[in-house]
């Protein structure tokens, strides 16, 4: 059962996030902080709730050769969107910008690293003609996990200690060992380690010679991908009475300090960081959807690496054309993907377009904002 309290709080023309926590549990090495009771799921029922505003996303729209994506849900080629993405961890450091490739994904993971660092995953399913991705950093625990999400093949340079064997449980294409060596090179134009980089044709030759399978799992389209895309014509756009006004909504995180802003007149998300725009190889960073996911964070043993619990039935914001919503969310199992309800404890649809989700310290929960 999960459970979520949400209070919110108005402030002249600013409306902000705030949550009411009993005080933190501890166990072991790691940290956990739960929500007090609002939205309640009970368990799952067999069969999904006979109603029309669920368009399952296993019911993928064809059409003159195009499909519709698991990541977007908009038409793709079939050849593209009938594969599996890779998932390509990416520098966030003011070193490294501007990530190239990052506006050709469909999904894109922000979670915070050791320090006050965040880093990037950019799951990617037309990679093909690009000939520069990343640049490209090491693997952390938790983002093996986010890949198995997606059914991607992971694309990371090198490792945390603690990551080492999680990598067993996922297609990985290894910068550092002689594996996946090959899938990479060093630019001149950026020191390192924010010059390494891989390309659509480099991934392509070295997926095939670690001989990683190019189709979904059979599992994986069952369930018919991850998100339960809005299928129908007319966008999803939240009720006033159950949502927040989402003109400018920022995370919290402390050292890139970032912000989307909300622009009424093409319905995207424009994000912001280090007191700029975010720019990447092509233009600013702009998103249809972002996700606020709430994790509890620990760490391992007496190390400044974080140990996030994505396991956990949790809550957060879905935020999209102005409005966010919260939700309470629960994952299928250890490598199964994370769903995402509303109060009724119905299944959550996503516009379609690209989406970004933030995954944030349960801590740091009274950092959010969310802003008219």
């Known amino acids: 059962m999960v459970l979520l309290s949400l209070v919110l709080v108005s402030c002249g023309a600013k ?27 009970e368990d ?23 499909i519709s994506s698991y990541l977007t849900g908009e038409l793709v080629p079939i050849e593209q969107g009938c594969r599996r993405p890779v998932a390509v961890m990416m520098s966030n450091d003011k070193e490294a910008a501007p990530q190239y490739g990052m506006m050709d994904a469909g999904v894109i993971y922000e979670a915070p690293v050791e320090g006050t660092m965040n880093r990037f995953m950019s799951v990617i399913e037309a990679y093909d003609d690009l000939d520069r991705i990343g640049s490209v ?20 340079y090198g490792q945390s200690s603690f990551a080492k064997p999680y990598l067993d449980n ?8 002689g594996s996946g060596g090959a899938a990479y090179y060093r ?25 990683y399978s190019r189709d979904y799992s059979t599992e994986y389209e069952e369930r018919g991908g991850h998100f339960r895309f809005n299928l129908e014509e007319d966008e999803i756009v939240f009720e006033e009475a159950l949502s927040l006004p989402a003109g400018t909504v920022k995370p919290g995180y402390t050292y890139n300090a970032p912000w989307f802003t909300y622009d009424p007149e093409d319905g995207l998300y424009y994000r912001y960081q280090y007191g700029r725009e975010h720019m990447s190889d092509k233009g600013q960073v702009a998103v249809k959807n972002i996700i606020f996911q709430y994790c509890p964070v620990g760490h391992y043993a007496d190390t400044d690496y974080l140990n996030i619990d994505v396991h956990e039935d949790g809550y957060g914001f ?38 970004w989700i933030c995954i944030i310290d349960s801590k740091g929960f009274d950092k959010t904002e969310i802003l008219e």
């Not at 409306?15 to 007090?36: D, F, H, L, N, Y």
């Not at 054309?321 to 109060?343: I, L, Q």
Request: hydrophobic share 25%; glycine share 8%; net charge negative.
């Open 15 to 41: 409306q902000k996030t705030e949550i009411e926590t009993p005080a933190q549990q501890e166990s072991g090495t790691e940290t956990a902080t739960e929500a007090p009771p609002s939205i309640v799921i």
């Open 44 to 66: 799952e029922p067999e069969t999904e709730p006979e109603t029309e505003a669920f368009v399952p996303i296993n019911e993928r729209v064809e059409k003159d050769g195009m």
């Open 137 to 156: 950093r090491s693997c952390r625990t938790y983002y093996t996990y986010f890949a198995r999400e997606w059914d991607a093949i992971y694309a990371h």
């Open 170 to 177: 996922v297609d990985n294409i290894n910068g550092v060992d």
């Open 187 to 211: 630019s001149k134009d950026k020191k390192s380690p924010h010059n390494a980089y891989t390309s659509g044709e480099m991934l392509d030759n070295t997926i095939d010679r670690l001989g």
């Open 318 to 355: 879905i935020i999209t054309n102005g409005r966010a919503m919260p939700f309470a969310s629960r994952k299928d199992g250890e490598f199964g993907v994370t769903h995402y309800y509303d109060m009724e404890g119905n299944e959550f649809r996503i516009n379609r377009g690209k989406t």
